[in-house]
């Protein structure tokens, strides 16, 4: 949840980057609850890497309209880095590196997913979002033993059910609109010849 990763960054931040209890508390700690609020204003308690990608651009927006000042959109801005740095890494580091992920692959299923996320023509910010839903999708895959699509088999269903324990309706009818454009690049690659199951809309998850 989204207070454990705050906990979790924050003392991150006191016991690696050195920063003072004060400084993580003063500077840090109010931009992440503001991130918190902004997330649970919109229904979502758990990190969900599409609702923090708003943030950023909500923020940006706001900056460019001189509506905040220079300190607070910087602060703002580090403090999402360090959300998504730490949730995906389990650590800080003063220089953001390339993030490893918490969803790991196998050696074909990354190959595939850096096939489709070239295939896809949009911005970087996008591309992110489409990345980290494939590759947990490809992760779940993984775990119920499904590891070649070429074998002709999925199960999106079962997926969408996983990511419904953990996901607003909203961000679960992003995650299905992602899925069903990787299931368009599975088929028109050859590798996965079943109809994307529309009738996922009809699937009790959707129901209130």
């Not at 990511?163 to 990787?182: D, H, M, N, P, Q």
């Amino acid at each position: 949840m989204l207070d454990d990763l705050i906990e979790q960054t924050s003392s991150c931040m006191i016991r690696v980057l050195k920063l003072s209890p004060r400084t993580v508390y003063g500077q840090s700690y109010g931009y992440m609850k503001a991130i918190q609020d902004y997330c649970l204003n919109h229904g979502e308690k758990y990190y969900n890497p599409v609702l923090l990608r708003k943030v950023w651009e909500e923020t940006e927006a706001r900056y460019e309209r001189g509506e905040i000042s220079q300190s607070h959109y910087l602060g703002k801005r580090k403090c999402l880095e360090r959300l998504v740095e730490y949730y995906n890494t389990g650590t800080l580091s003063w220089t953001m590196h390339k993030l490893k992920q918490k969803y790991r692959l196998f050696d074909e299923y990354k190959a595939l997913l850096e096939e489709f996320l070239q295939m896809l023509v949009r911005d970087p910010n996008t591309i992110y979002d489409y990345s980290w839903v494939i590759r947990r999708y490809l992760n779940y895959l993984q775990s119920i033993g499904i590891t070649d699509v070429w074998k002709k088999s999925s199960d999106l269903a079962g997926f969408i059910l996983y990511c419904s324990k953990e996901v607003t309706r909203g961000s679960l009818r992003t995650i299905l609109s992602y899925a069903k454009r990787f299931h368009e690049f599975l088929r028109g690659t050859g590798r996965l010849d079943i109809p994307f199951e529309g009738r996922m809309q009809h699937n009790t998850i959707w129901k209130t």
